[in-house]
């Protein structure tokens, strides 16, 4: 018995595991074919490959099964290489393709990917023996091979004769000529203007949905952004069926020069989001029939800014990046296709039946419930230990992207290693005492991961000692990380939010002590009482941006605490006359509910206080110190 193994629905080769893969009996595929009702009713034969298929583990077979399953060769790729979409999209793809290939690679006009194009190219191949592959019109390549090498050398042949034909033969400036003042601004400036527009770009991307966001400054977007074809290029859209899903049908361009202000830029870029929201509500429309799935919503998720670069979107970061990386494939492809010919992606309609596809409505259908935190990006100060590892490692296994920042960039970034890849979370250096380095940080976030929501102000430590023996330079220590250092990040950190108009929650980790009256304690528990007051007053100013500030009182959270382990906990065992590593048991018995407290315990609270659950409170502490009645708040 022959089997075909195919990639599952919406998986990815990168990731690729036997699990997402799915067999299915060769015989019983081809034998479809006989009962095939024609092309209006080809979305109905998937539900035939449940009949085809070979055991019960393995992923729900890809949409483009039939063009693997029915070709009559043992090995098929079915590929969206830069260079075969643009003899693709070109208008003359099909006499290219007689130059470049002859008759070994022949053209199969454009059909949306299903059982019919399956059918098509299978007759194609057998009436052409000699092919070893064809060109997808509007779409890719396909190519086959007796043996997976012989069909791996192929697929490699068509792209690597495609793009030396077009190395060879293009145009010069396929893009046209250079704009004035289009050109990409030196580095420094264009990463100051990329993070000043950010907020208020994924504002526009989260009008309807709330979004992660990707930057990028590739010079292949910033070359295309400087050179005079590119508006004209950007609105005929992208073509292959399998990258605008993800990019939508086009991108919303920024139409000012790279030189024009932020101000200006913003105002623009609003004007131009409500003609985008209304031209997409009008081709969803146009194109909409009794059955199809209800818009999807009508923002961007491509945003092009001249001499800046490419700000993409999606439900993660992952999502956001592919986005990203798919419009530079677009760009690539109409250099080629514009240096060769012209340009000439698929119809509005077929894009639509593509974008509103009942399979693909599917398979978005299919996928899970998204975590509560999804597409909310937190920064949390002095996460590289303690109490602030455990808050981000909470955060983002509840969905959130998380930067941690702390004072040791080597240990910021082994923590965000520890927690997750560079999709999940990203590690910095960032003292909270410093303005400038502070909005760096910010800076550095909302580029990575294309806004802000959530702020842990974290970042502390602690020197108890009586009156006397507290110095000034002990007060200004901890005044500075914890008091002022808190009000730097939420300054910073609320800018930002402000812009996004997507709310957003700010936490600060006070302490027991900042109410309690603990002894020798006077500077520490003074910076604490100022975090607390914070928290209140900035409930107030930032409650009308939808902006909830709310903090935790801890205590003796001995446990992976860098503040316990560095000298201070020995001093707190000696002067209870316990042993070291019995002092989180002891500081458990002087609690109501005699439990120690951990680092989790307080990244448990934070998580509650981030979640929908609690979206009605703001200017609140919640106590996390396992009952201590001295504490009480009230
Ligand atoms: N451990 C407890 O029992 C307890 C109780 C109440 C409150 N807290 C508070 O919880 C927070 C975390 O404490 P922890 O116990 O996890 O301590 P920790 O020492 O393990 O972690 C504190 C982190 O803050 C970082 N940090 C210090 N100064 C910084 C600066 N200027 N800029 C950026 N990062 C800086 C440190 O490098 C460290 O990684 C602190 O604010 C602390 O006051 C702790
Ligand atoms: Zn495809």
Known sequence: MELLWVKGSGGDLATLTPAGLAALRLDRLRALASVYPGVDREDEMVAGFDYCLHGKEGAAPSIDTAMHGLVGAAHVDHL??????????????????????????????????????????????????????????????????????????????????????????????????????????????????????????????????????????????????????????????????????????????????????????????????????????????????????????????????????????????????????????????????????????????????????????????????????????????????????????????????????????????????????????????????????VRAAVDTTVLTFGGLDLVVNNAGLSLSKPLLETTVADWDLQHNVMAKGSFIVSKAAARVLIEQKLGGDIVYISSKNSIFAGPSNIAYSAAKADQAHQVRLLAAELGEHGVRVNGINPDGVVRGSGIFAGGWGAKRAAVYGVPEEELGAHYAKRTLLKREVLPEHVANAVFALCSADLSHTTGLHIPVDAGVTAAFLR
Not at 98 to 125: E, H, N, Y
Not at 186 to 212: C, G, N
Not at 419 to 428: C, H, N, P, R, S
Request: hydrophobic share 45%; with cysteine.
């Open 80 to 437: 969206h290489p830069d260079s075969g979409i643009a003899i693709a999209t070109a208008v003359d793809g099909e006499a290219l393709t007689k130059k470049i290939f002859g008759d070994t690679v022949v053209w199969v006009p454009w059909r949306r990917p299903g059982f019919q194009l399956g059918l098509d190219i299978a007759a194609m191949k057998d009436a052409n023996p000699q092919a070893i592959g064809c060109i997808l019109g509007g779409h890719g390549i396909t190519a086959w091979g007796d043996s997976s090498a012989e069909c791996e050398g192929n697929s490699l042949h068509i792209i690597e004769a495609a793009a030396a034909y077009i190395a060879g033969h293009s145009r010069p400036e396929p893009f046209g000529p250079v704009l004035d003042r289009y050109a990409a601004l030196p580095d420094q400036e264009r990463r100051a203007k990329a993070a000043a527009l950010a907020p208020t770009l994924r504002a526009i991307a989260s009008h309807d949905k709330p979004m992660v966001g990707h930057y990028t400054d590739a010079e292949a977007v910033l070359d295309f952004l400087a050179h005079a074809e590119h508006p004209r290029l950007a609105k005929l859209g992208t073509s292959c069926p399998d990258h605008f899903l993800r990019t939508k049908v086009k991108p919303l361009v920024l139409d000012l020069p790279a030189t024009a202000s932020v101000e200006d830029a913003i105002a623009r870029l609003t004007e131009l989001h409500s003609a985008y929201r209304a031209e997409y509500q009008a081709y969803y429309d146009r194109n909409a029939t009794r059955d199809s799935p209800a818009i999807r919503g009508a923002d961007p998720l491509i945003i092009l800014v001249p001499g800046v670069g490419m700000f993409s979107y999606g439900k993660d970061k992952q999502t956001a990046r592919v986005a990203g990386e798919f419009y530079v494939n677009a760009i690539n492809v109409m250099r080629g296709a514009e240096g060769l010919s012209t340009y000439a992606p698929i119809d509005e309609s077929e894009k639509f039946r593509i974008e509103y596809w009942a399979l693909e409505e599917a398979k978005l259908q299919r996928m899970p419930k998204p975590k509560p935190l999804a597409t909310r990006i937190a920064l949390v100060t002095g996460a590289a230990s303690g109490i602030g590892k455990a808050i981000a490692t909470r955060l983002a296994a509840e969905g959130a992207c998380v930067v941690v920042a702390d004072l040791d960039p080597d240990k910021a970034a082994a923590a965000a290693a520890e927690i997750g890849g560079t999709d999940v979370a990203v590690g910095l250096a960032a003292d909270v005492t410093d303005e400038a380095a």
